[in-house]
């Protein structure tokens, strides 16, 4: 069983940066995908960024934050970063954590394992 748990969310300016973790308890998910995705109300959750596990090669795909965030993993500590730089007036949204074996990353249904969110807020 996996357990993900997001943390780090709040407000932030508009220009300025913010760091999502995300700690995983459980399964150490060595061979899957962990992703960031994003949803705001009334909207379909929609695709961040991705990364396998412990490699250096994440995936954002056509995601918004592209060039502008940037994921990483830390295996001594079993989380999940988001690095969130230049932040935007249209990033604000609940931030999830999820993780699932490799296939279609930027598909929310790939992944089974999910956290609870955490809430980004943007001031400009």
């Known amino acids: 069983q996996v357990q993900l748990v997001e943390s780090g969310g709040g407000l932030v300016q508009a220009g300025g940066s913010l760091r999502l973790s995300c700690q995983l308890s459980g399964d150490t998910l060595r061979e899957y995908c962990m992703a960031w995705f994003r949803q705001v109300p009334g909207k379909e959750r929609e695709f961040v960024a991705a990364i396998r596990w412990l490699s250096d090669s994440p995936y954002y795909g056509n995601s918004p934050a592209r060039g502008r965030f940037t994921i990483a993993t830390d295996g001594a500590k079993k989380t999940v970063y988001l690095h969130m730089n230049k932040v935007k007036p249209e990033d604000p949204a609940v931030y999830y954590c999820?993780?699932?074996?490799?296939?279609?990353?930027?598909?929310?249904?790939?992944?089974?394992?999910w956290g609870q969110g955490t809430q980004v807020t943007v001031s400009s």
């Open positions: 999820a993780g699932g074996a490799w296939g279609s990353p930027i598909d929310s249904s790939e992944y089974p394992y």
